[in-house]
């Protein structure tokens, strides 16, 4: 006896654990001091999302990046995506509990929020330093940056499949009788 699709009651708390490892990527991305953008060749200049750093060795000479506008649009989006974030944690987690398909879907359209946020962050932080900071060389976007990013688009595919979740409630609840590929007759 074969079950079709997938065992909805068991696995539907790994939704939230998704969310949970979006929001510890994002708290990396925004707390980590190595730097966004790294200098390739000398490694003489790094920048992390609060700090502009030059120099050699154990001389460097940091500068907050909150000068410019450019640098507290981008703080102040990552901060606003990781607050709606965890609220759609929180919300998920309800959701998830008593399986309500408005929750679910008001889960996703927080989630697309956070994704539509945080990727004009993203965005506008390469364009801007760009633009502004890069004098010479070569630079490259390091990992911390990259986590930004693994936040982002695990929102984007938990917005798919919480905006999908109502379709299923009766899978999700345990409703739904169990579908059999083979049956005796």
Known sequence: MFRCGIAYPR????????LLFAII???IAIAAQ??????EDAKSHY????ENCRGRNDDWRCNS?????????????????????????IV??????????????????????VVIVQVIALIIYPVKFNETLIYEG?????????FGWGATIVCLGCTIIF????????????EEKIKYLYTSS
Do not use: K
């Open 47 to 50: 920048a992390s999302m609060w």
């Open 138 to 146: 070569d630079y490259f976007y390091t990992w911390a940056y990259g």
């Open 92 to 113: 998920a987690v309800a959701g998830m509990c008593n399986v309500n398909p408005g929750l679910l879907v008001a889960t996703g359209a927080l989630l697309l929020l």
């Open 163 to 174: 905006c999908c979740l109502p379709r299923y409630e009766s899978h999700l609840r345990g």
């Open 25 to 27: 990527f994002d708290i």
């Open 11 to 18: 696995c539907r708390w790994i939704l939230p654990l998704l």
């Open 65 to 89: 990046l909150m000068e410019y506008p450019w640098a507290q649009a981008v703080a102040a989006l990552m901060l606003i995506g990781l607050i709606i974030l965890i609220i759609a944690f």
């Open 34 to 39: 190595s730097g966004w953008v790294e200098d």
